[in-house]
């Protein structure tokens, strides 16, 4: 990876500036993946490699005035950027095997490897400004404009301009609350009301064709694209309020917004017999309303110790409020449903981001059995198992009988930093954490159902009896006493199978210790009779210390890429948390 900025200042005058900035950040990954002989679903084993690059630019200008008229300070700019960013990836596969088991290379191929290139590029451009009103340093007033022009709209729509204004007032000074409570330190009331327009993915307006195995011949694409897209917009508003009490003890920041999102690009399902499976439309209305609170507690400050603690805490919900006419489904992971059993829909009037797949087919409220003493057992919700090979039954792989397992979306996430510190010497602790939100797992169906994982080992030598019902001919229910007929069947195709989406989809509910800081700063006494240093600090620290979750694999804040775009609630394949240990040496001079 190589990536770096340069930048020039130029001062015509004391109040007059222009900023020059450029920047670059370049990757590329070179990945293999290997399976030997005779594992699961690949008898001869497997090979690929893959190459991955990827650049972005950015280049802009800001040329910025401020100065002071009487009681007003203000402040004006205007500038533009200018942002290029490319994605090329090219992926060799051995699909069919290897002519000899260990050796992985496509000299030892069965078959000519299956070559999948891939490019995007895109490109935008804007140009903005901004200004900034203060009077004497109590009422405060931001007004901002921008206008983008991008790559992914068609020319008739991709310039999209969204502005901006905020006013925030000092009630402490405003209305001199100090003087009857002098341990106020700040009270600031502040509201905004904003626009931002949004883009789409390189490539949605004209159709893309694939090449086929014969010679000439092309795949027509499984989405209609749209030559006529508009730009998202999203409108909001935000009200808060910032307290400082008892000489900067105690401070209290807590925010409330409410954001409408319309003519959002999305993929719908489409009736195949128009040779796709999803189209591309602007559609929809989107509320998300939330509260955000953070706050600053200090119980511990004296000459030589001190003790701080930062916390902060946010809930959001979102509401897809319409769609367009004759729309009644909104498809938000088009790219990632893995072989099609794994959905995230939206419907009308409900909360978005829901997965919907598959899962265990279970008995109707107020279903019952009979047991051996005549007894009258309630069996309600119990999983369906069949009779006569004992493999509980999975539901129906039609839409509108797929079950709803949950929201991608966390109830609510927080944050904890404790800083202690003595004279010179601090300590640092940061956390982070979620509750709810569920994530389906790719990496987990992949290792369970090859019988890799732990959670396969019952009954791989003597059976064992899936606890369910039976459900007999005539509607009526008895309890499941088949021993399953195949323990590998068993695991691969119905517990642990990409197609159960109920056994493969997790909480990812977390508490974690993101970083753990040491630091020693050398003392000002001392600095002076080195003379030649400013400043110097030697510290130590360490990320990622532990994770609590009871999401099984890695991280559960972990997603899926499909080109450049994270998408949530897929896991594919993520790599683990990376525990980082380093040493810090600043010297000023």
Request: glycine share 8%; net charge neutral; charged share 20%.
């Amino acid at each position: 990876r190589v990536y770096g900025n340069v930048a020039l200042k130029v001062e015509f005058t004391p109040n007059l500036t222009l900023d020059l900035r450029s920047g670059m950040d370049f990757s590329n990954d070179f990945r293999k993946q290997q399976k030997p002989w005779y594992s699961t679903e690949y008898q001869y084993g497997y090979y690929k490699e893959q190459t991955v690059r990827t650049f972005q630019s950015n280049s802009d200008f800001l040329l910025s005035y401020n100065n002071r008229f009487g009681e007003f300070d203000i402040s004006a700019a205007f500038g533009g950027n200018s942002m290029y960013r490319s994605y090329q990836s090219v992926t060799l596969s051995a699909k069919d095997g290897l002519l000899s088991d260990g050796t992985y290379s496509f000299a030892n191929a069965r078959q000519k490897p299956i070559t999948t290139p891939y490019r995007n590029q895109k490109g935008v451009n804007s140009f903005y400004g901004f200004v900034n009103v203060a009077w004497r340093d109590m009422i405060f007033l931001d007004v901002t404009g921008r206008n983008d022009w991008s790559s992914t709209l068609p020319e008739s729509n991709w310039s999209y301009f969204y502005p901006s204004v905020s006013l925030s007032v000092l009630l402490d000074q405003v209305i001199d609350i100090r003087s009857k409570a002098p341990w106020v330190d700040m009270i600031k009331l502040r509201g905004s009301l904003a626009g931002v327009g949004n883009d789409t993915n390189p490539y949605e307006l004209d159709p893309k064709y694939t090449t086929s195995d014969f010679a000439g011949a092309f795949y027509t694409p499984n989405t209609i694209t749209n030559m006529m897209l508009a730009p998202e917009d999203v409108k909001s508003w935000e009200i808060g309020l910032e307290t400082v009490f008892f000489q900067n003890r105690v401070s209290l920041d807590i925010a409330y917004y409410n954001t409408k999102t319309t003519d959002q690009i999305i993929h719908v399902p489409t009736d195949q017999i128009t040779g796709a499976t999803s189209r591309i439309i602007n559609a929809g209305s989107v509320r998300n309303k939330g509260i955000e609170i953070s706050g600053r507690f200090q119980p511990i400050r004296t000459k030589d110790w001190n003790w701080t603690i930062t916390a902060n805490w946010s809930k959001n919900k979102n509401l897809l409020e319409e769609l367009a006419p004759g729309v009644d489904i909104w498809q938000m992971n088009p790219n990632l449903t893995v072989n099609g059993n794994v959905y995230i829909y939206a419907y009308p009037g409900q909360e978005m981001g829901r997965i919907y797949g598959r899962g265990f087919e279970r008995a109707p409220q107020g279903a019952f059995y009979v047991d051996e003493n005549g007894k009258k057992i309630d069996c309600s919700g119990q999983v369906v198992v069949t009779e006569n090979d004992g493999y509980p039954v999975l539901t129906s792989s039609e839409v509108s009988e797929l079950l709803d397992h949950g929201s991608i979306y966390p109830d609510w996430k927080a944050g904890m930093t404790h800083n202690l510190s003595y004279k010179n010497l601090s300590l640092t602790m940061s956390f982070t954490g979620q509750w709810g939100g569920n994530t389906y797992s790719m990496t987990h169906f992949a290792l369970a159902y090859q019988g890799k994982l732990t959670n396969s080992l019952d009954g791989r030598y003597a059976g064992l009896i899936h606890p369910g019902v039976n459900r007999n001919s005539d509607g009526t229910y008895q309890k499941n006493n088949t021993i399953i007929a195949n323990v590998y069947d068993y695991y691969d195709k119905y517990i642990w199978a990409r197609e159960n989406v109920e056994n493969n989809t997790f909480d990812t509910s977390f508490i974690k210790l993101k970083e753990v800081r040491l630091d020693y700063t050398l003392p000002s006494n001392v600095l002076g009779k080195l003379k030649v240093l400013q400043g110097a600090s030697i510290g130590v620290y360490a990320t990622n210390l532990f994770c609590i979750s009871n999401y099984p694999f890695y991280d559960p804040e972990a997603g899926a890429t499909v080109g450049s775009s994270i998408v949530r609630g897929v896991e594919a394949g993520a790599y683990t948390m990376t525990r980082t240990y380093g040493l810090n040496l600043r010297l000023t001079f």
